[in-house]
Structures are given as C-alpha cells and as structure tokens.
C-alpha cells in the first residue's frame, strides 16, 4: 500500500566518531538526530527539531565534540535509541512520511544500529523505499561530475549556511532548503512524496 503526502521528513544524524579507529568495544552510534519538516506543494520549512540520543556502547570523544559541539554529559541526557525511534514515529510520521539525507549515510547508520539494537527501523522496510538521497539528486540536477558535501552544494545552489557544520539539527534546516531548492527547479522526485507503510515481512529491523 502506499500513501501520498505533502510532507518530507529532511534528517541528519551526528555519530560518535574519532580521530582513527574506534577504542576497543566501541562502535559509531547516532547521539542526535537533526529533523527539518518540510512542507513541499507550500515550498517552506515548516519546523525543525533535534533528539538527542544517549550512546550505549560508546563514548564521545574529544575529537567528537571538537566537531560537533556535542559533549558526553549532553547526550548522557538524551533518550535512548529505541526511545528515538519511537518518538520518530510518534511525534514525526515517520514511516508514514517519505524521507531524505544528504548522502546514504543517515539511512545506513540507522539501518545498522537497528539490526544491533534490536529495534524496528522508524523508517520503514526496507530503509531504501522511503528514502531519497538529495545529494544524488542534487548532483543529477546540476549536472556535476562528482557529488558535493552539504556545504559546497550551498554555495553552487547560493544559498546560506545556517547554524554549524555537522550539528544535527542545523545540517537537516539546510539540507531542507537544498531540497526546496531542487523542488523548486522541478528536479525533485515525484516518487519521494509516497512511501510503502505496509508492515515489514517476519522481522522487526530493516535495511
């Protein structure tokens, strides 16, 4: 079954990271979710949001919060993952809503942490149906020879960045207005206004 709506859901996730390989036991884990709700047929960003998230199986590092501006002690206050994906899906509409990243990174991190966690992947099943990637997009539209990170698409597109580089929720505000953007030139998918909300197959976690 699918379902259409006006509204995409723009995300980007922030990770715990390090200079090099992770310390013994530990792995990449999402500590914020940054979520822009835009309205496409009204072309605007209608709200923005972030959860934070508290990692189970590491740690922040310094190098981390050096480039996000995320510290242990504030994600040591957020939700859990599962408790993301629940508001995710409560609050947003997620799996309800079509969805889009700046790359595949966002939808794989997810994909991997919910086979790890044991938990229903927010999004949908599988991740790949309701997700757009609106740098491949981009890339397309602009018939560029190498696909650009957030911040150069801005200055090709003329647009501001707003907020800080690799914050969650100011990446997603504008990751949103390169997608407003796109929509705008008529470069935008009509297919990334559907999404599949039929329950998975004999599972709870997807890819």
């Not at 509204?7 to 822009?36: K, M, Y």
């Not at 408790?83 to 995710?88: Q, T």
């Not at 990174?105 to 927010?122: E, H, I, L, S």
Request: with cysteine; glycine share 10%; net charge neutral.
């Amino acid at each position: 079954m699918r379902q259409g709506t006006t509204l995409l859901n723009v995300i980007d996730v922030e990770a715990t990271c390090w200079d090099g390989q992770p310390p013994p036991g530990s792995v990449n884990e999402i500590i914020e979710i940054g979520l822009t709700v835009v309205d496409l047929p009204a072309g605007r960003r209608s709200s923005r949001h972030r959860i934070l998230v508290r990692p189970a199986r590491s740690a922040v590092s310094g190098f981390c919060t050096q480039l996000t501006g995320l510290t242990q002690a504030e994600v040591n206050r957020g939700a859990t993952f599962a408790e993301a994906c629940r508001i995710l899906v409560e609050e947003y509409g997620a799996g309800e809503r079509p969805w889009a990243s700046w790359g595949e990174y966002d939808r794989r991190q997810f994909a991997r942490q919910c086979r790890a966690d044991a938990v229903a992947c927010p999004f949908g099943y599988p991740t790949e149906r309701t997700h757009t990637d609106a740098k491949a997009v981009f890339t397309e539209a602009y018939g560029l020879r190498r696909k650009p990170g957030m911040d150069q698409a801005l200055r090709i597109a003329g647009l501001p960045l707003e907020g800080r580089h690799h914050r969650g929720e100011d990446d997603a505000w504008n990751i949103a207005a390169l997608v407003l953007d796109l929509s705008d030139r008529g470069a935008w998918p009509a297919a990334a206004t559907t999404v599949q909300v039929a329950p998975p197959p004999g599972g709870a976690s997807g890819a």
